[in-house]
């Protein structure tokens, strides 16, 4: 069997070029418009409650894992139907580029804590802080997908009720994981759901996500 044949049998033909292209332009959108930020002023969203909520190296792993959680269920979702998934991958198109507009326009910020603690996950932690700024909070990209994960199952009668409440599962605990791991802050992780059942919706009702079968050159 060819290696293509292989990867259509796991991923449809129809979905590959829109996959690419979304983790082609989060990172454009992540990474890019760091190149806007120079001496602009940052916002700091930390509330009371934030302050409450404590650190818990261990979540570092849940944080991490979201990844394996993302493509599984990108490409989980992209299986469902070409329609179905256009809209899914255009909402996350939409909600990237408003991410980034956001990012441009109100930058923020937070101030992480010291980890004093040793073992392997505060070591974890300690790495985590060195590799991802703390800057593009608010809406957090984080909860942001991990939300889609949920939203583009959630009324799918084709996937098992027991993997879409799972994927809520899994979505809630990563929305936990950046806070407990002061990655961000309670206004981040709800703007960032907010944005994915916006998105979701725009996508849907103003029918956006016909424009993605121009990249495989349908009509």
Not at 6 to 18: D, E, H, M, N
Not at 38 to 44: C, L
Not at 74 to 103: E, P, T, V
């Amino acid at each position: 069997m060819k290696i293509t044949d292989k990867i259509y049998k796991y991923i449809p033909k129809y979905s590959i070029k829109p996959l690419i292209l979304c983790v082609i332009f989060n990172f454009t959108i992540y990474s890019g418009v760091r190149l806007f930020y120079g001496n602009r002023v940052f916002h700091d969203l930390t509330s009371y409650y934030d302050n409450r909520i404590p650190v818990i190296p261990v979540f570092v792993l849940i944080y991490f894992g979201s990844y394996l959680f993302w493509i599984a269920n990108y490409i989980l979702i992209s299986r469902i139907g070409r329609d179905h998934c256009y809209r899914f991958l255009m909402a996350d198109l939409l909600g990237k580029l408003i991410c980034g507009i956001i990012y441009i326009t109100f930058p923020t910020t937070n101030i992480r804590p010291d980890i004093t603690t040793s073992g392997i996950f505060s070591d974890m932690l300690r790495f985590l802080y060195t590799i991802d700024p703390a800057n593009n909070l608010f809406p957090s990209i984080h909860c942001l997908v991990s939300w889609y994960c949920f939203v583009g199952l959630r009324n799918c009668k084709s996937v098992s009720s027991r993997y879409r409440y799972f994927s809520l599962f899994v979505a809630i605990m990563i929305c936990i994981s950046t806070l407990v791991t002061k990655q961000h802050v309670l206004i981040d992780v709800l703007g960032g759901v907010m944005l994915a059942e916006l998105t979701w919706q725009l996508s849907l009702h103003l029918q956006l996500y016909k424009t993605l079968k121009f990249i495989n050159q349908e009509v």
